[in-house]
């Protein structure tokens, strides 16, 4: 039997807390509730997963500028840093796109000549290019 989840309730404790109950999820599927093993197991899942706040960072090395960083955010935006541009990109919402596509942002402040895809790097994008 496949769990195929409709609705997610979330279940306040003893006390009628919710807060307290986070990972405590109810899943309802077709008019039966989903036992609360399943339901804390993907709450834990969904939880572990929300409250990620780290994001990964990537050096690499390039030809003419010699360092650069890739920063992926848990939201899914990704920021690539040089000592002369910075590109980002964002998670692309449109109902059609497949999962993971992610599509440029434009810039006001761009640099000449690339179509408002690149500006150059702040001071404290520098820094993290630097660290390394």
Do not use: C, W
Request: cysteine-free; aromatic content about 6%; charged content about 25%.
């Amino acid at each position: 039997m496949g769990l195929h989840a409709s609705a997610a309730v979330i279940a306040p404790d003893a006390h009628g807390d919710i807060n307290s109950a986070m990972g405590r999820v109810a899943v309802i599927n077709a008019g039966e509730t989903a036992g609360f093993a399943a339901g804390e197991a993907l709450g834990a899942a969904v939880g572990a997963a929300r409250f990620t706040k780290h994001a990964k960072y990537t050096y690499r090395t390039i030809r003419k500028d010699g360092t650069g960083l890739r920063i992926e955010y848990p939201n899914g935006n990704i920021k690539d840093i040089t000592s002369k541009r910075v590109k980002e990109y964002v998670p692309n919402t449109h109902p059609k796109a497949p999962p993971g596509t992610i599509q440029k942002v434009q810039f006001n402040n761009a640099l000449p000549g690339t179509k408002g895809y690149k500006r150059p790097p702040t001071s404290k994008e520098i820094k993290q290019l630097k660290k390394r």
